[in-house]
């Protein structure tokens, strides 16, 4: 249910930020499963690390101020690990324009 919704709210997205969260999203968990990466940070580890990083840019916008430190980085934690499920086109909806498409094909013809 989460994914699902995580799928939604990323297709509202322009397509220029939807690539840029793309490329963090994959970029952080990358650098999270690099094993042979030193440590980045002596106080906690590398996926706090790039959780708190990119928390603030990842869900805050210009004019909003207040951020919920504790639920931001339960967000990104969760996007972070399914990145690539949430980043792709639901199966549903994807099948749902298709048959649309090959219906107004066959009105056309």
Sequence with gaps: MA???????????PPENRRKLQLLMR?????CLNKEMPPLCDGFGTRTLM????????????????????????????LMDN???ILK???VLQTSIEERVAHLRRVQV
Excluded: G, N, W
Excluded at 27 to 31: C, E, G, N
Excluded at 55 to 71: A, G, N, Q, T
């Design 89 to 91: 086109v639901p199966s």
């Design 51 to 78: 959780v708190q990083t990119f928390s603030r840019c990842i869900l805050c916008s210009k004019d909003e101020v207040d951020l919920d430190e504790l639920l931001a980085a339960r967000l990104v934690t969760f």
């Design 27 to 31: 970029m952080m968990a990358r650098i």
């Design 3 to 13: 994914i699902e919704a995580f799928q939604i709210c990323c297709l509202l997205l």
């Design 83 to 85: 990145y690539q499920e």
